[in-house]
């Protein structure tokens, strides 16, 4: 009677998840050649943005497309652990923005075993990882985070005349995407005598934490007149905290990543500037250049996709 | 066995083996383990992709970390406590460890320092449980911070990557086929369940979670023991960060985070009672399987990832509720 009710409970949710699986249309289209994207996560809009272009992209080349994104953004043991069981279900290609630039190598070099090709999206893997595992990569599809730093940078240098006391939101420390942003703000701002940067502290990539960060920022150098965040999800956490100081308009934001959110903020003045990056095709460049992958052809090692800078002159035209 | 009413000691006859699971544990095991079966058999008709050789050995080697990270939250529930701090202590453990490598330091001296400092960390966790009179949940809340802070401080932050083949082994390695993760699990499963059913403490373990106060007049120490029950989950979770850590060729300061959550539910859907006294090792490796085999069944047929939380945690729930209902029909 016992060891039943166990039973039947489980057989219950096996069953709730085949349903779950036929709605998704995974099953039945075997004939498809199938493509896999996992994303670091499924509920930032930016990562939503890729999917959707990578789905169109799909359905125009008449492949089918598998999502999976860990529950955690920051859990790469998760990440590799999909990237596993995708294997094992016979993916033709994947496609994958790395968790962990470093910690993910192993995972694909279990797909380069399988004879699966690699399409890195968004966040590069490490090269001396990489090379250290003797890893093949088809192609790299992203924005060059270096030159949208720089790009920020600059803005920075034309808008504040060359004198500016900055503080700097870092995303999570060893990220590459923030690292090469980061590298590339600094690199732009380095000459400028005027211009120093007083603080420089991660948020994490989170709101919240752009907020609280920010704040104590502000606490210690109450003299801060701009800022850079490596996202925008953290200046506009800074944004609010920047209201609540009563300094809103006096310090000039600069974000990256032009989120929606972002572009009001723009339009409305309370933050200055952002770089727009472009999910949405890479999405679609990424599941187009693992289809070539997949018909054998070479692709080049690297595939960029435009950046731009959203001021108050384009927030509104872009969005 | 496990509730005792009076102040009666309840451990009298200590040339018994295993004393406490008795009757109600087994069915409930039986039970756990027919649910794995079911579920198995469920994702094999559903996909053709679940029941090969390498899916399974898939399957058990990332079941590994949590099974045994799992092994020490078995002994502090079993005592009636509870600990929150083992993802962070995987973190500590797997930074230490990883630093040390990097500067050169030999294996052996590097995988002892993890363990030392996992072991010292959770005996700081008992000492401030059995000593400090704190309740678990917040010794160890306070442990989890600390340990989370302590590994960002120690790494600034970064990533420890790269490490030698020699290392790597331990989860790159096969033995006739068997991951090495998987051995680890196994041996430490092993280990567990002999100190838990052969030795006084492991009997102690039970007896503090059935009845502590009748341990205590029966002339129990039970802050030492306490204090050990935590040095145990500290030990496994520095265990699980050597695994982590070789797995991903890299100590992360944070990784593991939320490690105590499948840990937990491992434990518990393995039948482990949370009042404490009542379960078994065998009933969380079962709990830790089904776990494992659920996530990857979920990803072998594609279903969404918000999808699957929704269903591991239905799964956690209804495991538990079974339990209560039973219990309360005894």
Redesign the interface.
């Given at each position: 009677m016992?060891?039943m009710?166990?039973?039947l409970?489980?057989?219950l949710?096996?069953?709730?998840?085949?349903s779950?699986?036929n709605r998704?249309g995974?099953?039945g289209e075997a004939a498809k050649p199938r493509i896999a994207l996992v994303l670091k996560t499924?509920n930032h809009p930016f990562f939503v943005d890729m999917r959707r272009g990578a789905q169109a992209a799909a359905d125009r080349l008449g492949v089918t497309l598998?999502?999976?994104?860990?529950?955690?953004e920051?859990?790469?043991?998760k990440q590799?652990?999909?990237v596993?069981?995708?294997i094992?279900?016979?993916i033709q290609a994947l496609c994958i923005t790395p968790s962990?630039s470093?910690?993910i190598?192993?995972a694909l070099a279990k797909a380069n075993d399988a004879r699966v090709p690699v399409v890195v999206v968004d966040t590069r893997v490490?090269e001396?990882?990489a090379a250290?595992a003797g890893l093949r990569l088809e192609t790299f599809v992203g924005s060059d985070n270096y030159e949208g730093g720089r790009l920020a940078g600059g803005y920075l240098l034309k808008m504040s005349g060359g004198k500016a006391r900055v503080a700097i939101l870092e995303g999570?420390?060893?990220h590459e995407t923030g690292d090469s942003r980061l590298r590339g703000f600094r690199d732009a701002v380095k000459d400028a005598s005027g211009v120093s940067i007083v603080a420089s502290q991660?948020a994490n990539w989170e709101r919240d934490q752009g907020f609280n960060v920010f704040q104590n920022m502000l606490q210690a150098h109450p003299d801060i007149d701009s800022m850079f965040a490596c996202s925008d999800l953290m200046a506009l956490g800074a944004i609010e905290a920047i209201a609540a100081a009563g300094k809103t308009g006096r310090i000039r934001v600069i974000g990256f990543d032009a989120l929606d959110d972002a572009r009001k903020a723009i339009e409305a003045g309370t933050m200055a500037a952002s770089v727009a990056q472009f999910p949405y095709e890479m999405g679609q460049v990424a599941v187009e250049s693992a289809v070539k992958a997949i018909r054998g052809e070479k692709l080049p090692a690297d595939m960029k996709v435009r950046l731009e800078l959203v001021t108050k002159d384009n927030a509104a035209a872009a969005r | 066995m496990t509730k005792i009413a009076g102040p009666v000691p309840p451990v009298r006859d200590p040339g018994r083996p295993s004393p406490t699971p008795g009757r109600f544990a087994s069915?409930?095991q039986?039970?756990?383990v027919?649910?794995?079966v079911?579920?198995s058999t469920?994702?094999w008709i559903?996909?053709p992709?679940f029941l090969?050789v390498?899916?399974l050995l898939?399957v058990v080697e990332?079941t590994s970390?949590n099974a045994i990270v799992a092994v020490g939250l078995t002994f502090v529930i079993l005592s009636g406590g509870i600990d929150l701090s083992v993802g962070s202590l995987v973190a500590l453990s797997g930074v230490v460890l990883g630093s040390l490598l990097h500067a050169g330091q030999p294996l052996a001296m590097a995988l002892a320092a993890a363990l030392v400092v996992g072991a010292a960390s959770g005996v700081a966790n008992g000492a401030l449980v059995s000593w400090g009179g704190l309740p678990p949940f917040i010794a160890t809340l306070g442990m989890m911070s600390i340990a989370r802070g302590a590994a960002l401080v120690f790494t600034?932050?970064?990533?420890v990557?790269?490490f030698e083949p020699a290392f790597r082994v331990l989860?790159?390695g096969r033995v006739a086929l068997i991951p090495a993760p998987v051995i680890v699990m196994v041996l430490t499963y092993i280990v567990a369940h002999l100190v838990l059913t052969r030795t006084t403490f492991g009997r102690y373990v039970y007896a503090i979670g059935g009845n502590e106060e009748a341990t205590r007049l029966s002339g129990v120490s039970i802050r030492f023991h306490k204090t050990m029950v935590y040095g145990v989950s500290g030990v496994t979770s520095a265990i699980a960060a050597i695994i982590?850590t070789a797995?991903?060729?890299?100590a992360?300061p944070?990784?593991g985070?939320?490690y105590e959550l499948d840990a937990i539910a491992a434990t518990v859907i393995g039948g482990t009672s949370l009042t404490g006294g009542e379960g078994t090792l065998g009933g969380t490796l079962v709990g830790a399987l089904?776990m494992g085999v659920?996530?990857?069944?979920?990803?072998?047929?594609?279903?969404?990832?918000?999808?699957?939380?929704i269903?591991i945690g239905?799964?956690i729930v209804?495991?538990v509720l079974?339990d209560t209902v039973?219990k309360r029909r005894r």
């Open positions: 016992r060891p009710r166990n039973t409970v489980l057989v949710v096996a069953a709730c998840a085949a779950a699986c998704g995974a099953t499924l598998q999502v999976q994104a860990a529950e955690r920051v859990d790469v043991e590799m652990q999909i596993e069981n995708l094992q279900t016979g962990g470093r910690e190598v192993s490490d001396k990882a250290a999570i420390p060893g991660p | 069915a409930r039986f039970g756990t027919i649910g794995l079911a579920l469920g994702l559903l996909t992709h090969t390498s899916n898939n990332q970390i600034e932050g970064r990533p990557s790269g989860a790159t982590l797995r991903l060729n890299s992360q944070i990784a985070m939320m089904i659920l996530r990857n069944g979920l990803n072998l047929l594609g279903v969404s990832s918000f999808l699957q939380q269903i239905a799964v209804v495991a079974v039973l």
